[in-house]
């Protein structure tokens, strides 16, 4: 089952639902992005291409690229290997 996080609210919602899919993963990390407004960092052994390359994720990610310099910034820091897409 799916669980919806658009009723989650970043660093608001606590406990979050525990992540037992991969559809959860994908809805996390969504609801994440496209709730940041200022930053948005990315640690990852592996960014898996199911949950990151998404349209919604990127579009999102790209919102934040756009803001002036100063007010925002995005960094992805990935040790490991970025799977195939």
């Known amino acids: ?3 919806d996080f658009q009723s989650c609210r970043l660093g608001e919602s606590a406990p979050l639902p525990a992540l037992e899919s991969s ?4 809805a996390a990390a969504l609801a994440l992005a496209t ?3 200022r930053s948005m960092r990315i640690f990852s052994h ?11 994720f990127i579009e999102a990610l ?10 925002s910034f995005a960094l992805v820091l990935c040790v490991g290997n970025v799977s195939a897409m």
């Open 62 to 71: 790209t919102r934040l690229e756009l803001l002036p310099a100063l007010l």
């Open 35 to 37: 709730q940041a407004t």
């Open 46 to 56: 592996q960014l898996d291409r199911r949950v990151y390359h998404q349209k919604l």
């Open 23 to 26: 559809a959860d993963h994908c």
């Open 1 to 3: 089952m799916t669980i």
